[in-house]
């Protein structure tokens, strides 16, 4: 009798392991699809801060032009025919940078997506030229962009448990 009852506690307890770890998985693995369906302020851009907060998590596809990186920081290269590197970088203090291939500048974003500085690499100091921050968001998706679209959807959709994990990160 006693044997019974415990194997059933020691059964239940390693389907509850299973079944959280799975979640963690799961809301992990697909982070960007979930950051496309959920609710967000203004300003904010979940999708984005998904794909390069979770890279080692995410499907990291095999495309022309793009590259990953997880030494330190995460960061996808997406570099065009031309041979230039625009990358989008995030890094374990909660910062979001994107690379300018093109132009030579470096954006530097908060945790909040916030944009906080410019750098100009050629001459090595922080412009305080206004910044048109719609263009540089596009500059961003069009760099990443064929990661995201190559994120699968989930098996058992967690969309209600990923918007209540992330309500306050996205509002």
Known sequence: MLKKVVLSVFIGFILIVLGVGYGFFNLKSNSVYYAQRTPHKAGVEPVLMELVRNLPWVSNPDIKG????????NIIHNIDSAGRDYAFTYY???????YDGGGDLVYNFNKDFKLISVWQMGIAEYSSKPVDLSAVKRDIYRTVQPVIDAQPEPLINLQWIYDWVNKDKFN
């Open 66 to 73: 793009i590259s990953y990186d997880f030494d330190g920081n």
């Open 92 to 98: 374990p203090d909660e910062r979001y940078r994107y």
